[in-house]
């Protein structure tokens, strides 16, 4: 089979939207807990169409080291395969159709990372970095952060940095497409990225927690999608062309509430704003409920809104006589909105000889697509909508 460039959702499976793998690694003040952690999880991935699918295998461990530093590992393993949109093309009525792929896309990414973290009094420092590798995609990243307990350690300041350097490589390979177009993609390809966090913790009171951070990014080198096509009216298709960098900058601020009458159970509400210098400005909105209910057993609702608007660059087709220098058709960089749900139910055992904790998860999110979705939209890009859902299991064990 063919092998391509991997599918943009393993980044939205394994990292938020905008954080660099690393930059986000929990580093709380205090003493560091005596315990060994293993944890594995497994996820399915489908979407709808016999579009895309991809298995998620991950592996984490973390031991102390000493009464002051943990260090951990980090294992991920995801296969890919399906078909994936290439470009848009428009009828003679101005219909937008979207052409796929077909079922060719098969690939494999293999990626580690580790971690070390120092604990003081009122302080964490750690260290962190990673390598993933697929067949025509190379990432390399290290990192940094640091939290700092004030104010009886009621406040928590927290700090970020990371570093990525990505090498493309697109397979060697001809593209011929219907109407005779020509293509080869074979060159080597980079882009560096670097990401800064600046945020506060600040517990309220005995039940509620907020929680906010600014994260700024800048990403240059190679940003388009070498397997991407763009279909002009009077020229045929063309490759993607995107700016060579991009400034990103985000906010993202959490509530947790607890409710001691509920069973102890706990509110988490989430709010993220996201802009970058291509003209795509997004929010999201994220609501979990997290409900004990009896011997270890814990059952978790969720509901997601996301709504973007579209980079600057971006059109679905490009008509006669259209000039540009930079253009897209990706979907990815449209406007849009998507609706997700889902439920996961944990159960956690506590008294199992040579374990102090164990603790089963298994869950499930649907997802939905559409341009009809985003705030103020209108569906005129109901082609690019999809659907998928989202299958997840998961074993911790703390020795």
Same mark, same amino acid.
């Given at each position: 089979?063919?092998?391509?460039?991997?599918?943009?959702?393993?980044?939205?499976?394994?990292?938020?939207?905008?954080?660099? @793998? $690393?930059?986000?690694?929990?580093?709380?003040?205090?003493?560091?807990?005596?315990?060994?952690?293993?944890?594995?999880?497994?996820? &399915?991935?489908?979407?709808?169409?016999?579009?895309?699918?991809?298995?998620?295998?991950?592996?984490?461990?973390?031991? @102390?080291?000493?009464?002051?530093?943990?260090?951990?590992?980090?294992?991920?393993?995801?296969?890919?395969?399906?078909?994936?949109?290439?470009?848009?093309?428009?009828?003679?009525? $101005?219909? /937008?159709?979207?052409?796929?792929?077909?079922?060719?896309?098969?690939?494999?990414?293999?990626?580690?990372?580790?971690?070390?973290?120092?604990?003081?009094?009122?302080?964490?420092?750690?260290? $962190?970095?990673?390598?993933? *590798?697929?067949?025509?995609? +190379?990432?390399?990243?290290?990192? +940094?952060?640091?939290?700092?307990?004030?104010?009886?350690?009621?406040?928590?300041?927290?700090?970020?940095?990371?570093?990525?350097?990505?090498?493309?490589?697109?397979?060697?390979?001809?593209?011929?497409?219907?109407?005779? +177009?020509?293509?080869?993609?074979?060159? #080597?390809?980079?882009? +560096?990225?670097?990401?800064?966090?600046?945020? /506060?913790?600040?517990?309220? !009171?005995?039940?509620?927690?907020?929680?906010?951070?600014?994260?700024?990014?800048?990403?240059?080198?190679?940003?388009? !999608?070498?397997?991407?096509?763009?279909?002009?009216?009077?020229?045929?298709?063309?490759?993607?062309?995107?700016?060579?960098?991009?400034?990103?900058?985000?906010?993202?601020?959490?509530? /947790?509430? &607890?409710?001691?009458?509920?069973?102890?159970?706990?509110?988490?509400?989430?709010? *993220?704003?996201?802009?970058? !210098?291509?003209?795509?400005?997004?929010?999201? /909105?994220?609501?979990?409920?997290?409900? @004990?209910?009896?011997?270890?057993?814990?059952?978790?609702? *969720?509901?997601?809104?996301?709504?973007?608007?579209?980079?600057?660059?971006?059109?679905?087709?490009?008509?006669?006589?259209?000039?540009?220098?930079?253009?897209?058709?990706?979907?990815?960089?449209?406007?849009?909105?998507? #609706?997700?749900?889902?439920?996961?139910?944990?159960?956690?055992?506590?008294?199992?000889?040579?374990?102090?904790?164990?603790?089963?998860?298994?869950?499930?999110?649907?997802?939905? &697509?559409?341009?009809?979705?985003?705030?103020?939209?209108?569906?005129?890009?109901?082609?690019?909508?999809?659907?998928?859902?989202?299958?997840?299991?998961?074993?911790?064990?703390?020795?």
């Amino acid at each position: 089979m063919k092998k391509n460039k991997k599918h943009p959702l393993i980044s939205r499976l394994s990292l938020a939207a905008l954080a660099l @793998p $690393g930059l986000m690694q929990d580093a709380n003040a205090g003493r560091v807990e005596e315990t060994y952690n293993g944890d594995f999880q497994y996820g &399915h991935y489908a979407e709808g169409n016999q579009r895309m699918e991809v298995d998620i295998f991950e592996t984490a461990l973390s031991a @102390p080291i000493g009464k002051s530093m943990t260090a951990s590992i980090n294992l991920v393993r995801d296969v890919i395969s399906g078909a994936s949109p290439r470009y848009n093309k428009a009828n003679a009525q $101005g219909d /937008v159709k979207q052409t796929l792929s077909g079922a060719s896309i098969t690939e494999q990414r293999d990626a580690i990372s580790s971690g070390l973290t120092y604990y003081f009094d009122k302080a964490a420092l750690g260290f $962190g970095g990673g390598f993933s *590798r697929e067949n025509d995609y +190379t990432s390399r990243y290290v990192s +940094t952060n640091a939290s700092i307990d004030l104010n009886n350690k009621l406040t928590t300041l927290n700090f970020g940095a990371s570093g990525a350097f990505d090498i493309i490589e697109p397979t060697g390979r001809e593209i011929i497409e219907p109407d005779g +177009t020509d293509f080869k993609s074979s060159k #080597l390809r980079s882009k +560096t990225s670097q990401q800064y966090l600046l945020g /506060v913790s600040q517990v309220i !009171d005995k039940n509620s927690l907020i929680q906010s951070n600014v994260t700024f990014g800048y990403h240059s080198g190679y940003l388009a !999608d070498p397997y991407k096509l763009v279909y002009f009216v009077d020229q045929g298709l063309n490759p993607d062309v995107r700016p060579g960098e991009k400034f990103q900058w985000a906010w993202l601020t959490q509530y /947790v509430r &607890h409710f001691q009458q509920f069973n102890s159970a706990a509110l988490h509400t989430d709010y *993220r704003f996201y802009t970058d !210098d291509w003209g795509v400005n997004s929010h999201t /909105v994220d609501l979990s409920w997290h409900q @004990p209910i009896a011997d270890g057993w814990q059952v978790i609702p *969720r509901f997601r809104y996301y709504s973007q608007d579209k980079a600057d660059f971006y059109q679905p087709f490009f008509g006669a006589g259209q000039q540009a220098q930079v253009y897209s058709s990706d979907y990815r960089l449209a406007s849009f909105g998507a #609706l997700s749900g889902g439920i996961k139910l944990s159960k956690e055992f506590t008294q199992i000889k040579s374990l102090s904790q164990l603790k089963f998860q298994a869950g499930i999110e649907y997802y939905d &697509h559409k341009s009809s979705y985003q705030l103020g939209g209108n569906g005129s890009g109901s082609f690019d909508d999809f659907s998928y859902y989202l299958l997840t299991a998961s074993v911790n064990a703390k020795f």
